[in-house]
């Protein structure tokens, strides 16, 4: 099942060529947003017990398989035995996502594969050779050519599509919420993207429409403290290796701190800051992956 790269849509050459599937979930801790694809999506939300879910990126996120069945059965309207496509994206803390630089890149796809796992292989705390790894090689900037690298190891993949499959529903596209989201991201010179969800912030560089650098870190609690300094070694990035500064930042996944926390990361790093938004609705720590998808498809 291919991993895909979800930032924007010259990132989707596989999905804008077939028709896209006829709906799509966002998984998270918190529980499963549903959506139709088209010109009207409609929406449905089903929350989760703690603990159905547990995000990692080595071992098994699904608990308790049984309930997550249920809570997708109960979301997803009835399409008789037919089989469906859907789309799935994942939690970002279920992946591994980065940015590699290479002074030249093979032409053949079998020796950019080869070439990215090997990369990879001292990065990921699990086994690269049997994992699934997508990656896009973007635009080349002053001779280097930077690749985003998406991984997850296989049984993680194989436990988020075993309910989906049992009830008919095949998740014919795979991606992580953040790169997903990446879509409601307009290009402009330096930013960055910080989202929350749950215990997890994940932080993206983007210079114009090329990735710089991806992290995601799980916290202790989430606090304001722990976020910022969390922020803080991205922002030093941006000064030492972009030699700018960033131009703005887009959050998302802050609820009702967003606010107080726009003021104080404006006057802390000299940054406009803005919400994530969406044609489709106001994005969320739960649903941003889902409203950047159906934007990357839309008609």
């Known amino acids: 099942m291919p991993l895909g790269i979800a930032s924007f849509e010259h990132l989707l050459p596989a999905l804008l060529k077939d028709p896209p599937p006829a709906c799509a979930f966002e998984l998270s801790e918190a529980g499963i947003e549903f959506a139709t694809v088209g010109s009207s999506p409609q929406f449905k939300f089903g929350p989760l017990e703690p603990g159905v879910i547990s995000l990692s990126p080595v071992h098994d996120n699904i ?3 049984e309930l997550l069945q249920a809570k997708i059965q109960s979301v997803a ?7 469906r ?14 940015v590699l630089d290479f002074d030249a890149f093979p032409a053949s796809h079998d020796e950019q594969l080869a070439l990215v796992r090997f990369r990879m292989k001292k990065s990921v705390p699990f086994d690269v050779d049997s994992a699934i790894v997508s990656y896009h090689a973007q635009p080349s900037v002053e001779g280097k050519i930077e690749v985003v690298v998406a991984v997850m190891a296989w049984e993680i993949i194989a436990r988020y599509e075993a309910p989906f499959r049992q009830l008919g529903i095949h998740p014919g596209f795979i991606t992580t919420s953040a790169l997903a989201a990446l879509n409601l991201v307009k290009p402009d010179k330096v930013t960055v993207v910080v989202k929350l969800s749950g215990r997890t912030l994940t932080i993206l560089v983007l210079d114009g429409s090329v990735v710089k650098l991806a992290r995601c870190v799980e916290m202790e609690a989430a606090l304001f403290e722990e976020i910022e300094s969390t922020l803080h070694p991205t922002f030093a990035y941006i000064e030492d290796e972009l030699q700018t500064k960033a131009s703005r930042l887009v959050e998302c996944g802050f609820g009702a701190e967003e606010r107080d926390y726009a003021s104080r990361w404006q006057d802390e790093w000299e940054v406009a800051v803005e919400p994530l938004k969406s044609r489709f609705g106001m994005p969320g720590e739960n649903n941003a992956g889902l409203l950047g998808y159906l934007e990357s498809v839309r008609g």
């Open 63 to 65: 608990q308790q398989p």
């Open 77 to 83: 309207p009835s399409n008789g035995q037919k089989k």
């Open 85 to 98: 496509r859907a789309a799935l994206i994942l939690p970002d803390y279920c992946a591994r996502v980065t």
